[in-house]
């Protein structure tokens, strides 16, 4: 992805989080998002379901509640107190499950 463009994540037609290629990170294919980068933080709460990696440590979960009142369980993940090797990767990012949601755009210059 070129520097210059705009990627975003949608939901049908729904923007949930948009940022300049150049501030996402990826890991492990996976792309991840600086929070600031959600459109409507307030339709995202969390999740009780909690997973461990090894090396990045403890992930917690977001719900996407649609405007419809659809409530799409864990459709994005955070690592709330990363370990310190993948703190600089992760902390304070958020990634979305690409089976959630209806895929990532990126648009030259904005979405």
Same mark, same amino acid.
């Given at each position: 992805? @070129?520097?210059?463009?705009?990627?975003?994540?949608?939901?049908?037609? /729904?923007?949930?989080?948009?940022?300049?290629?150049?501030?996402?990170t990826?890991?492990?294919?996976? %792309?991840y998002? /600086?929070?600031?980068?959600?459109?409507?933080? *307030?339709?995202?709460?969390?999740s =009780?379901?909690?997973?461990?990696?090894? %090396?990045?440590?403890? !992930?917690?979960?977001?719900n996407?509640?649609?405007?419809?009142?659809e409530?799409?369980?864990?459709? !994005? %993940?955070?690592?709330?107190?990363? /370990?310190? =090797?993948?703190?600089?990767?992760? *902390?304070?990012?958020?990634?979305?499950?690409? @089976? /959630?949601?209806?895929?990532?755009?990126? *648009? !030259?210059?904005?979405?």
């Amino acid at each position: 992805m @070129s520097a210059d463009q705009q990627t975003g994540v949608f939901l049908k037609d /729904k923007l949930l989080a948009k940022a300049m290629t150049s501030d996402l990170t990826k890991v492990e294919g996976n %792309w991840y998002f /600086k929070e600031a980068a959600l459109i409507d933080r *307030g339709r995202f709460e969390e999740s =009780d379901t909690h997973t461990t990696c090894p %090396w990045k440590g403890e !992930a917690s979960y977001f719900n996407y509640k649609t405007e419809d009142g659809e409530l799409i369980k864990d459709i !994005a %993940w955070f690592y709330p107190k990363p /370990k310190s =090797d993948a703190e600089a990767q992760v *902390g304070g990012r958020i990634a979305f499950y690409v @089976s /959630k949601i209806d895929g990532l755009r990126v *648009g !030259a210059p904005s979405i």
